[in-house]
Nanobody, 116 residues
């Protein structure tokens, strides 16, 4: 099993920055991709960014140029640096790990609130 714990959420004004972290434990050597998802009130969970163990990244168009996802390994958590935040970035951010052949784990989420 892989367990994920997010941290770093909070409240900021538009234009501000936050850094989210996701620490993994358990079968971390089987993780091949980690991702962040956002769930705004009344909306489905949406993809934000991902990074493979080899360092290949992918971003939602809405965050390109503003958010950066970091490399990870068994000792270092994956982080999401969020700059120039906008009110529409508000929501609960969830960390996701793809591990082993086709298994997934989710964290409990961390709240991000951006005021205008």
């Amino acid at each position: 099993q892989v367990q994920l714990v997010e941290s770093g959420g909070g409240s900021v004004q538009a234009g501000g920055s936050l850094r989210l972290s996701c620490a993994a434990s358990g079968a971390t050597d089987t993780i091949h991709r980690m991702s962040w998802y956002q769930q705004a009130p009344g909306r489905q969970r949406e993809f934000v960014a991902s990074i493979t163990q080899g360092g290949s990244t992918n971003y939602a168009n809405s965050v390109k140029g503003r958010f950066t996802i970091s490399l990870f390994n068994a000792e270092k958590p994956v982080t999401l640096q969020m700059n120039n935040l906008k009110p529409e970035d508000s929501g609960v951010y969830f960390c996701n790990a793809d591990w082993d052949l086709d298994l997934q784990s989710w964290g409990q989420g961390t709240q991000v609130t951006v005021s205008s």
